[in-house]
């Protein structure tokens, strides 16, 4: 019976679709091993605090917004797979100089070069995957991808946390090896995606398809939709940074704990990603955006006021079933609002709800752990929730006609 669902649903989607999805899965395993534990690294190698932290992801951040714009005009000027490639050839070189850094300098410069380089291939992942399925499938096919890259999430922290023990180093030599197999995929057995242009549309010089994006500026309710999803992001954001570095500080939870809190998001994930999405695809995506980010209120503001590790785990459920809300119909969303020769910058306008809130709020939330009270870093969750609330229940009504 199992095995009849799986098939019926693998049949759904085209091959291609599921291809690509494999080849991500390889990759975001190899970041899995790394992401969760970057500030752990940082704080343990160089012996600085949460301040300092928050300004290599800054760095990196900042670098991440001229990345992005680049890789989503040339996504759509020259294609999805080209780019791609480049991004994960430069993400694994990039993991390597990370790793066998000796100064918090260097680090601070190969944090940039990841950013600047590492993200082109981001506004191009989505791109395909938004080429290779109708509107109808793309909400359902994001959380697809969204199930193996949790996938991916379950099995990293939890191998990365005990590698961590012995040396970070193993960490970034994997992450780089799953960058070049997924390139080596890319490159033999996945076809281009882009969509052809009109035969009688004008070929765009590269200045006027990076002109592109003040038209994508231009687009009021893409853009209140933008910094609505920064609101919302900035809080989502302190699960992967703030959050290890606090646990292990205020309530000495080691690594290998943190490990199996983010396993335990990451498992819900590839569990109940898939039904959750098909059950809420009749409800006006804003007001899911709204129930998500309620949800992440709740569950972030908890670890200011909890303090036992089964309550830890308990938040972390409550942010998941919020995360798996907001992601793939956020993902989706920005798909809707992008004509289809624009849809490479469209991404990549929408990876900046992820890069601006990485540049400024580890950074934030590193100033208030090293200077006040740890724990209003989760209450300035709360609020910021809240807002994000309000901005997606304005878009509800706003936006309707649009995206109907």
């Known amino acids: 019976m199992l095995i009849r669902k799986i098939q019926k649903i693998y049949n759904e989607y085209p091959r291609n679709f599921w291809v690509v999805i494999g080849a991500l899965f390889i990759d975001r395993l190899g970041g899995a091993l790394v992401f969760p534990f970057i500030a752990l690294f940082i704080t343990a190698k160089f012996e600085v605090g949460m301040t ?27 294609g999805r797979k080209s780019v791609i490639i480049f991004g994960l050839v430069a993400s694994a070189l990039s ?24 993200n082109v291939g981001g506004p191009a992942q989505q791109a395909m995957i938004a080429d290779l399925l109708t509107e109808e499938k793309r909400a359902e096919g994001f959380g697809l991808l969204r199930i193996f890259a949790n996938l991916a999430v379950t099995i990293g922290p939890a191998i990365g946390g005990i590698l961590a023990t012995y040396s970070y180093l193993w960490l970034f030599i994997i992450d780089a090896i799953a960058s070049i197999i997924t390139a080596l995929i890319v ?48 809080v989502y954001m302190q699960m992967n940074t703030t959050l290890p570095v606090y646990l292990r500080d205020v309530h000495s939870i080691p690594g290998q704990g943190y490990g199996y809190i983010i396993s335990l998001n990451a498992g819900m994930v590839v569990l109940f990603q898939f039904w959750i999405t098909r059950r809420i695809k009749h409800v006006p995506p804003m007001i899911v955006m709204a129930l998500g980010t309620l949800l992440y209120a ?21 942010i998941t079933v919020g995360e798996m809300f907001v992601v793939p119909v956020g993902q989706a969303l920005v798909a809707n609002f992008a004509p289809e020769d624009m849809r490479g910058r469209y991404m990549a306008m929408y990876g900046f709800s992820w890069t601006i809130p990485m540049a400024f709020g580890p950074w934030a939330a590193g100033l208030i752990m090293d200077n006040y009270n740890p724990d209003w870093v989760w209450y300035a969750c709360g609020v910021i929730s809240m807002l994000a609330i309000a901005s997606y229940l304005f878009l509800h009504f706003h936006a309707r006609e649009r995206l109907s």
């Open 95 to 118: 993991a390597l100089g990370f790793g066998i850094a000796e100064d918090l300098n260097v680090i601070y410069f190969v944090g940039m070069v990841i950013g600047l380089f590492a």
């Open 298 to 318: 709740i569950g972030f503001s908890m670890y200011g006021f909890v303090s036992g590790y089964a309550l830890f785990m308990l938040a972390m459920v409550i």
């Open 52 to 78: 300092e932290v928050g300004q290599l992801f800054a760095v990196f951040a900042i670098a991440s917004v001229f990345g992005s714009m680049v890789g989503g005009a040339f996504t759509d000027k020259f």
């Open 187 to 234: 490159l033999f057995a996945i076809p281009e995606t882009k969509p052809e242009a009109p035969s009688d549309k004008p070929s765009e010089s590269i200045l006027q398809t990076l002109g592109g994006y003040f038209k994508v500026a231009r687009d009021s309710l893409f853009m209140a939709f933008i910094l609505a999803s920064m609101l919302m992001i900035s």
